[in-house]
């Protein structure tokens, strides 16, 4: 009585670990987005697969495989396969809803259908083990499933970084002793956004923001959603001199970081010093990102990898450096980069080297113009891994003649 009460004590055990894993891959592991997301259209992931879509692929293949046990653990607890199935399709629904409410992740119904699948798959191998197998697979199913689901949540199933930068445009076009002036929108979401631009150091400083404001620039942005009037006023003729980060309330959303820092009555893009090279980048140029002794400057529609002997290069001469791109105008990227929605430049840094410093070593890359430019993200790859990575957006003032 004792050894059976043990056993299924276990089992409940496994089945909490399996439906938690479940949890913690589709929701917990996310952190949660500025707007909902959602891929309405059935089966649009498989046709990106067909056009070579890898990462989808291995979305769909693991999206299937996370409900084989709850497929199994249903039928334990239903055994009728019909209300297992149904109970799947439930659950995977939950799921999506629950991801479309907090902003974690993407609603799609291509996942209710792989999902639905792959408890299909579970169910199919519950009847197939209580036919044919042997009594230790069925005594041991369980507690495989829920090691693999531990080591899925700790090796496999990576927690998602919050990316600001690919989520809403934001730029300081003009700064006066009396106002901030800009313009901020919501990707992939038309505009008006109800937002007021926020300062923050030891205290934080809702300015009085006038929103709506018609922009000369818009065009450079132009695609299917409107942000002609994203344009903004903030008035700081009451903001003591002193180190702000800038920042973006959205009503109803929450407070976000913009990436620039109002400091002395002057805009930075990083609170670094960077690299000073005392060469004509440098000193005119816009300081971007400074880590790992790297410091990325834009120049004249131009962008300068600058690293002090401090940065690790490769001795083969190999020193790959990641370079990409995010747009509002998918349709202009290369052909084979527009299933991504990004561009990826990403180049050795030997091949671009620039001469003439004596001190540091340089490289440079254009910023494309073919397509307009909203997130950038830079790093050290090294082993097919990053050493380092930092997302950015480019002043647009230089982009834009």
Known sequence: MIRKSIILILNICCIIICLFSVMYVTCYSRQPSIIEQNGILPFWSYHMILNGNSILLNEVI???????????????LLRKKSYAIIVCFLISSGIEITQ????????????????????????????????????????SILPAFAIASILVCIFVVKPQEQILEKEY???????????LEGHCFIIGKGYPTVYSIVLKNDKKLILPTETGITR???EYFSCEYDYSTSGFSADISTVPSSSYEICVDFKGIGIYSTGCYLIDG?????TNPGIQANNEITENGHLLVAQNHCSVYQYKGNLYWIADSGFDFEEDGSTCIQYQ???????RLPE??????????GFTFEDYEIEGFE??????????TEYSITAIVTGYYKNGDWVWKKYFRPVLSELIQ
């Open 325 to 331: 791109l995010w747009t509002t105008q998918p349709d």
């Open 100 to 139: 479309l409410i907090t902003h974690r992740g993407l609603f799609e119904f291509d996942d209710i259908i792989n999902n639905t699948l792959g408890g299909y798959l579970g169910i199919f191998l519950y009847q197939f083990i209580q036919r044919h197998g042997k009594e230790w697979m069925k005594k």
């Open 266 to 270: 002057e805009v930075k893009y990083t």
């Open 216 to 218: 000369d620039d818009s």
């Open 62 to 76: 693991l999206n299937i495989l996370l409900f084989i046990p709850t497929g199994y653990i249903l039928s334990i």
């Open 359 to 368: 001190d540091y070593r340089v490289a440079m890359r254009p910023l494309p």
């Open 169 to 179: 445009e934001f730029q300081i076009t003009s700064v006066t002793e009396n106002s």
């Open 336 to 345: 084979n980069r527009i299933q991504y929605e990004f561009d990826n430049l």
